[in-house]
């Protein structure tokens, strides 16, 4: 695939990238679900790759149905870029994403993610690296700004002018985390001043906001959202793509959701689970399965006690007996 952003269909719908969560397995049920997606990997360190880091190009594992795939990079040494870059390329991954917007205390610490945005000269001499070391279209993903939106536009002039493809904003700054409301209008002030797509990041969860929120933007990137609820990504494609709005959900602690549930939600939930035991053996893929499948059962009756049960499961065999109970 020769992925350019600007010959994407618009609006761009993305995973957005996440630690923990859009695993391979997790990427692939995405992709099933809504094929037209642009997904993301975690992120993988460029330190890592540059030393070989046997974890770190596990996070690349990819399957062609998750194409157009995208590796996230972070760090903050140039050198490292260009050499996990020609890794990348080499890998066959469709592009490559630089976080500099991550808020978690350690990533900061070493001064990587969002740290970068108080060094914007780094912040350029990593993307011009980037992008001189591969022929990959190179994106970067970042915040409004450290304390407030008063260094966005300067910040992105200069990445775009050191090679960037593409910006993806979230709308909040370093020291807001992941409180408060996202904040929307500097990213549409900023698509202004940028040559290069923009999309934007933050408390989307439904066609409504999402289709408030877009204006001039390029796409829209989900995050926290598809944590139990990847069908969300559905409703997004069919709405923009397809002009199709969503059936209507039976209401929440009915027979009607319950039997929904079971016949369309049920199947994608077992795959989820059978594809990250193919992809990390199961003993690992259970343990990192128990969070989403905690989060999969919400708005079931006896929810809790799901939960509860399935926080502690081992194996496959032991999803589907107690999926079995669910009647």
Known sequence: MNFKWKKQKKPYICLAPMAGYSDSAFRQIIKEIAPETITFS???SSDGLRYNSKTNKNLMQYKEIERPFIVQLFGKVPEHFSIAAKIVEEMGADGIDINMG???HKVIKSNHGAALIKNPLLAQEITQATSEA????????TRLGWENE???????????????KAMTIHGRTYKQAFTGSA???PIYQLKKELQIPVIGNGDIGSI???????KNLDGLMVGRATFGNPWVIR???EYFYHDQAPEKRAKIQSKEFTSYWIKYHKPTILKHCE???EMKGERIAMNEMRKHLAMYVKGLPNASELRKKLVLVNSLKEVKTIFQKII
């Open 42 to 44: 975690e992120m993988v």
């Open 102 to 104: 991550c808020p978690a």
């Open 134 to 141: 591969t022929k990959l279209p190179v994106s970067v993903k």
């Open 150 to 164: 008063g260094t966005l536009v300067d910040f992105c002039k200069g990445i775009e002018k050191a090679g960037a």
């Open 183 to 185: 904040n929307w209008e």
């Open 208 to 214: 409504e906001n999402a289709e408030e929120k877009l």
């Open 235 to 237: 409703e997004l494609t």
């Open 275 to 277: 594809s990250a035991v």
